[in-house]
């Protein structure tokens, strides 16, 4: 069965100091994982695709890598405004997105 | 570019009472569109998904139906809400390498 894990589910953090959400994942034959961030109250917002192990893509203080079983969103000195849940989804299907639970970062000025 | 449009933001409904959520897309045409639902803590979970006018597709057993009267309107539905009808609603729409595009989302209370 495809499943999405994240991990931690919840992380504090105090301004400027950086960290990783962890995304394991087991899906048969990987067609895209997403990074998406929400704010309390708002739809999720698209932050990254990985398609292949190796692949990174950067986006300010955000980093998302790839591997064969699972993705890392590395925060670089994190600011205040980068307190939101993050999700990770992949696609396991032409239809179908399986998400992971998120992971809440609230940071500290 | 592709917007999701959702209403109403909140609603706080009484137990028994019915329910419609509306959801149009905009910057697409014949979209596949989903509805989920969003609990505290837990991950986006999909209710019902559409391929095209009249074609609902039902991930799971429960309160709520949806329908697609037109090509870009999408619609939840109950008749009568349950207590386990509260949650965050979510329309989406594929968006080619952005996975999905999201409505802003509805937050219904049943009490």
């Known amino acids: 069965e495809d499943q999405v894990t994240q991990s931690p589910e919840a992380l504090r953090l105090q301004e400027g100091e950086s960290s990783s959400l962890n995304c394991s994942y087991t899906?048969?034959?990987?067609?895209?994982l997403f990074w998406y961030r929400q704010d309390p109250g708002k739809g999720p917002e698209f932050l990254f695709t990985?398609?292949?192990a190796g692949e990174e893509k950067e986006k300010e203080r955000l980093k998302a890598t790839l591997t064969k079983k699972e993705s890392f969103l590395h925060i670089t000195a994190p600011k205040p405004e980068d307190s939101a849940t993050y999700l990770c989804?992949?696609?396991?299907?032409?239809?179908?997105?399986?998400f992971g639970a998120g992971t809440t970062v609230t940071v500290r000025a | 570019s592709q917007t999701i449009h959702q209403w109403p933001a909140t609603l706080v409904q009484p137990v028994g009472s019915p329910l419609s959520l509306e959801c149009t897309v905009e910057?697409?045409?014949?979209?596949?569109l989903y509805w989920y639902r969003q609990a505290a803590g837990r991950g986006l979970q999909l209710l019902f998904y559409?391929?095209?006018?009249?074609?609902i597709s039902s991930e799971v057993p429960q309160n709520l139906s949806a329908s697609r009267p037109q090509d870009r309107q999408f619609i939840l539905s109950s008749k009568k809400l349950l207590l386990s009808d509260s949650g965050f609603y979510l329309c989406?729409?594929?968006?080619?390498?952005?996975?999905?595009?999201f409505g802003s989302g509805t937050r219904l209370t049943v009490v």
């Open positions: 990985l398609y292949s």
């Open positions: 989804a992949v696609r396991v299907n032409d239809y179908k997105l399986s």
């Open positions: 989406a729409s594929p968006n080619g390498a952005y996975g999905y595009t």
């Open positions: 910057g697409t045409s014949n979209p596949n």
């Open positions: 899906v048969s034959g990987l067609r895209g």
């Open positions: 559409s391929v095209g006018i009249g074609q």
